[in-house]
């Protein structure tokens, strides 16, 4: 595998730390509520699910489905989880733009 193969959008990236941050408890809803909330922008669930298939696809994600609520009209949540490849694919995203800002002579924000 190559870095280019780690390579994360922005999006994707949000999404893969929402996974991350929610634990147990990611699944479409809980993502777009954390993102809504901490980044202020409107998410659809159609360009969560979209960009989750396509972290699954890279084995970024896996998921999971849970049990069926009569909440949900009888249908099961289905739960993410990061994977290590995902953990490896944020690691190397952060570095990719610590040594950006480097380059501009902006220090990252948690290093201020």
């Known amino acids: 595998m190559t870095k280019q193969d780690l390579y994360l959008g922005e999006f994707e990236e949000l999404i893969l730390i929402a996974v991350l941050v929610l ?3 990611a699944y479409g809803v809980s993502i777009r509520d954390l ?3 901490e980044t202020g ?3 659809s669930f159609g360009a969560i699910y979209t960009t989750l298939e396509r972290l699954q696809n890279k084995k970024f994600v896996s998921s ?3 049990e069926s609520t009569p909440q949900r009209g009888g249908r099961a949540k289905r739960y993410f989880k990061i994977e290590a490849l995902g953990e490896v ?4 995203t952060q570095t990719r733009r610590n040594r950006m800002l480097t380059l501009a002579k902006i220090k990252p924000a948690w290093q201020t």
């Open 41 to 43: 922008r409107v998410v």
């Open 64 to 66: 999971k489905q849970g």
């Open 89 to 92: 694919a944020l690691t190397e």
């Open 23 to 25: 634990g147990d408890t």
């Open 35 to 37: 993102l809504e909330q």
